[in-house]
Nanobody, 121 residues
Framework: QVQLMESGGGSVQAGGSLRLSCVAS????????MGWYRQAPGKQRELVAI???????NYADSVKGRFTISRDNAKNMVYLQMNSLKPEDTAVYYC???????????????WGQGTQVTVSS
């Protein structure tokens, strides 16, 4: 089972940037699709970005054009570059491995502790 650890969160003002990092254990990282999720207080966890094993990417409409997901298979790392941050981006951010079946995305049951992102207006 892959273990995940997120880092890089913090507090920024609206319009600022942050880069989140996620390190994954396990030698099968390079064949896994990866994703970044976020969960704001009182809301359900939502998927914001996906990167496949061949580095195709997809984004939620709410972050498209502002966030960029990338990966470094040699380091078992996945990143989320977040620019032009808005107060509504405030949430705990998690990475996870994904199973993609058609248009359906299934995260693994193994979640890290997440990293808090707080954007003030």
């Amino acid at each position: 089972q892959v273990q995940l650890m997120e880092s890089g969160g913090g507090s920024v003002q609206a319009g600022g940037s942050l880069r989140l990092s996620c390190v994954a254990s396990g030698s099968i990282f390079s064949i896994k699709a990866m994703g970044w999720y976020r969960q704001a207080p009182g809301k359900q966890r939502e998927l914001v970005a996906i990167i496949t094993s061949d580095e195709s990417t997809n984004y939620a409409d709410s972050v498209k054009g502002r966030f960029t997901i990338s990966r470094d298979n040699a380091k078992n790392m996945v990143y989320l570059q977040m620019n032009s941050l808005k107060p509504e981006d405030t949430a705990v951010y998690y990475c996870n491995t994904l199973l993609l079946v058609g248009t359906t995305v299934f995260p693994s049951d193994s979640w890290g502790q997440g990293t808090q992102v707080t954007v003030s207006s």
